[in-house]
């Protein structure tokens, strides 16, 4: 399973890549928002600091300005993924620009006939939101199981992107279940390395050696 960070804080970037296991990123208008400076000029410094795809949303509500806006957004740098939502509109766009060759992350996913559209109309990606599920009581890593098996049974090639991920157990099932990638905030990437025994451990070794040094 990859690992993107989702999030469009670049300090937050560029503290994940240093750690060399980040392979894209993921944004979407509410991450963007949060952060100072022209929606584009930020898209094209994250795409300068990761080598996979950095996912940019599109906000238009007809397929034709989606399609238009995606056209546009494609020239900003060669590394991104348009994330388009999984409405009727957003179908018709992703099958436009599939076609033409763009990497389509389908998003605001809740479902697997929305995942199974997705990747009928050549998505790229799919992205199922499994904490906002969870938050209305459903099963969010349940539905990304059935997605990757749908998915691996008709061998579709778009690629499950388990995200709005709450917590570090939603990564380990992600991975269980099979997703291809987990898009994750910062916050969930540094406690996955996080282990009191480790860190226990740690003190001991060097406690241990500075004891020898003094015998
Ligand atoms: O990747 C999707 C994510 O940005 C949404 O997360 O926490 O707002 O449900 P959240």
New binding site residues.
Partial sequence: MRIFL?TANIQQIKDAVKLGVISGV?T?P??VSKEDGAYRDLIVKICGLVPGPVSAEVLGETAADMVKEARDIITWAPNIAVKIPATAAGLEATSILSKDGVKVNF?LCFSLNQALLAALAGAAYV?P?V??LDDAGHDGMALVKEIVEVYDHYKLGTQV?A????HTRHCVVAAQVGAHIA?I?YAVLTQMLKHPLTDVGVVRFREDFKATLKS
């Fill in positions: 989702d993921t979407n509410s991450l998003t992205s939101f904490g906002r992107i995200a709005s991920i709450r898009t905030p």
